[in-house]
């Protein structure tokens, strides 16, 4: 499956945006799906996952009750809305799937988007 994450841009503290990862493939029902974010000088982290069919999500606890991950199975999408967003939200955020179950270590990830970057100023 291939994967391409775009939405990031340049936000101000307490805004918001609306990630989003296209993916190819007809069986993308069948992926796990997960954004993943890295800031300069760190490891790459999860932020938040959602099951094939969408009746599990997880998120960070970081981000917890700030952002919001669903997805379009129609449309083979996944979508991050991010609000409240703070300065250290400031990341490369990826997306990426993986066959059946929702993982939380970028190691377990299969596929990966290219990465849209996410600038929150304060």
């Known amino acids: 499956v291939q994967l391409q994450a775009s939405g990031g841009g340049l936000v101000q503290a307490g805004g918001s945006l609306r990630l989003s990862c296209a993916a190819s493939?007809?069986?993308?029902?069948?992926?796990?799906m997960g954004w993943f974010r890295q800031a300069p000088g760190k490891e790459r982290e999860f932020v938040a996952g959602?099951?094939?069919?969408?009746?599990?999500?997880y998120y960070a606890d970081s981000v917890k009750g700030r952002f919001t991950i669903s997805r379009d199975n129609a449309n083979s999408a996944v979508y991050l809305q991010m609000d409240n967003l703070k300065p250290e939200d400031t990341a490369v955020y990826y997306c990426?799937?993986?066959?059946?179950?929702?993982?939380?270590?970028?190691?377990?990830?299969?596929?990966w988007g290219q990465g849209t970057l996410v600038t929150v100023s304060s």
């Open positions: 493939g007809r069986t993308f029902r069948t992926y796990a």
């Open positions: 990426a799937a993986r066959a059946f179950v929702l993982a939380l270590e970028p190691t377990e990830y299969n596929y």
């Open positions: 959602i099951s094939g069919n969408g009746g599990s999500t």
